[in-house]
């Protein structure tokens, strides 16, 4: 019986090839446009969830300054306020895991008849514990290389392409601001941040090498910033607390002055960015789910029509035997019918257009089968509903009247 009635919806849908097409296009764009736009916002959310696991997790950022010099104020960064010992007394702090200061700048480097211009940062070896940073060759240098200052240097895969090519870098010689670095490992993929800087485009060296031998220190020990990190998120706050506590002790800061240095809480602005991309995700399915009511009141619309241009039809079925729910249930299959093929050929359209739009932007784009499922239930869902009323129209017509239907 159910087979006999979808055989006749079927046959009914074929015999108007030209509204059938019409009426499941609104379905097709509908879900082709859900499905490319939550492929478009996951993929944009796992880039940022990529980024966010590329920095680190639990992690501060203590910044020098700003300065202020005769009420005057200047950038962040700007000002010899930290050194190595506020970095080694942030070691003991209650729930701080790990504490890397740094001093960076910028060098041009040159292999052979190849130079590049990079960014150089002078650490500790808990950089890259910090970082969550590995190495894909080679081995980082130690703490002896930090007290003798020696010459030696970790490389981004960026800068080894720019320099090396297809060689192995490691072991050889390469020269910084005229100096030479021998070259001990090789730091694994990182990919872009969230600001857009490649990570790769880095050469990484023991902290007192920059501050003696590349960059210099307008005082001694002193550092541009300090990376901390903390045991877990739920110590952060007090981490945070600790951390401003203990610098305006040791800079002997006054109740009422400015602090000479800045905490940046990374996690809360790598979260911050999570929910904006999470927002934007919904926000687009959401718009594109749109098309899909449209498409709705589009069928609806046909199968109104539908009724009316085949009333006498039903009269004529009602006449030889068949029942109130018979015509309902074959007007609904119709209507089913249209939005589940409309709802496939619009699934295979969203993937291909993710695709192109991957294949052109080089966006990362993920689609998900639950993205896919969710479009899927959401159609079926949409034409049963506005099937449902032009399919108990026909149902309940007077079977005489329509009969007498012009």
Known sequence: MFSAMLGEAWHAMGANRLRTFLTMLGMVIGVGAVVLMMAIGQGAEQAVKKSIQSMGSNLFIVLAGPPNM?????????APSLNVKDAAAMEDLEGVSNVAPINMGSAQVIYAGNNWNTSIIGT?????????????????????????????????????????GDDDPVGKTIRIKDSPFIILGVLDNKGQSLDGRDQDDTIIIPL????????????????????????????MPMVEDSLNSLLRQRHRIREGMDNDFSVRNLTALANSAAETTKTMSLLLGAIASVSLLVGGIGIMNIMLVSVTERTREIGIRMAIGARERDILMQFLLEA??????GCLIGIGIGVGGALLVSHITQAPIVVSSQSILTAFIVAATVGVFFGFYPARKAAQLNPIEALRFQ
């Open 124 to 164: 500790t070896p808990s950089y890259l514990d910090v970082r969550s940073w590995n190495l894909s060759d080679g081995y980082v240098f130690s703490d002896s290389d930090i007290r003798s200052a020696t010459r030696v240097a970790l490389i981004g895969k960026t800068v080894v392409q720019n320099l090396f």
């Open 336 to 341: 089913i019918v249209i939005s589940i093929v």
């Open 208 to 235: 007192t090498t920059s501050q003696r031998r590349v960059f210099g220190a307008q005082f001694s020990g002193s550092v541009r910033q300090i990376i901390v990190q903390a045991d877990s998120d739920k110590v």
């Open 70 to 78: 005769g009420g005057a104020r200047s950038a962040t960064g700007n």
